[in-house]
């Protein structure tokens, strides 16, 4: 019971708000390739939640060395909707793109969405080379984790700024949800760094 209640509960704030996005009046005139370019940030919004529930390992069925593979996982879907959320907006306006990755956008929203950007490519990164590269294990958790605090700060000041599609009331929900989940895990590192390898 306790563990359905918990995928009930995850299900709802990530299926939430990403259907009021989908049914937004806004998309009425928008082009295919911006809809689907908008919905993966949503996308990768949502699995923002999934990451640090996963890495503390309370979802039913994803404890331990399962739950750190799903971690993996999660993390490449998540550098796939930002490739796809950042493709889209450049199909469809290019000038905007070039100001957001230049810090030259009039709209202070884009540069959050930057810097989270690059943070997501910098952790995932990381997490490849790790091994190959021969980084040791304790500063590669400081490393991560101080990426996973600038992903989740700027992708929620990001979302938060962004009078878009999203609904505000559960975009500012999920947002809650994120911060807080991210925040227990990063207050109980001493936990994670147990459960995580040794090597």
């Known amino acids: 019971m306790r563990g359905t209640l918990i995928w009930a509960l995850v299900a709802i704030a990530i299926l939430m708000p990403s259907g009021l996005a989908l049914s937004s009046p806004l998309l009425q005139w928008r082009q295919p390739v911006y809809i689907i370019a908008g919905f993966a940030g949503v996308v990768g919004m949502t ?11 309370v ?5 331990a060395m399962r739950g750190r593979r799903a971690h993996r996982f999660v993390g ?3 550098v796939l ?4 959320h950042v493709v889209g907006l450049w199909i469809t306006s ?3 793109v070039v100001d957001a990755l ?10 959050w969405g930057v810097i989270a950007m690059w943070a997501i490519f ?7 080379l790790r091994r190959r590269a021969g980084i040791r294990l304790g500063l590669w958790r400081i490393a991560h984790t101080a990426l996973a605090v600038v992903i989740v700060v700027g992708t929620v000041i990001h979302a938060v700024l962004i009078e878009g599609t999203m609904e505000t009331v559960s975009k500012i929900g999920l947002a809650g949800l ?22």
């Open 47 to 57: 699995l923002l939640l999934l990451q640090p529930l996963l890495v503390r390992g």
């Open 59 to 63: 979802l039913p069925g994803f404890a």
């Open 76 to 78: 490449a879907a998540l």
């Open 81 to 84: 909707a930002v490739v796809v």
């Open 94 to 96: 290019p000038p905007d």
């Open 102 to 111: 230049t810090f030259t956008s009039p709209t202070p929203f884009s540069a």
């Open 122 to 128: 910098g952790a995932a990164l990381l997490a490849v």
């Open 178 to 199: 994120v911060l807080i989940a991210t925040g227990v895990v990063i207050a109980d590192l001493r936990g994670w760094f147990r459960r995580a390898p040794s090597r």
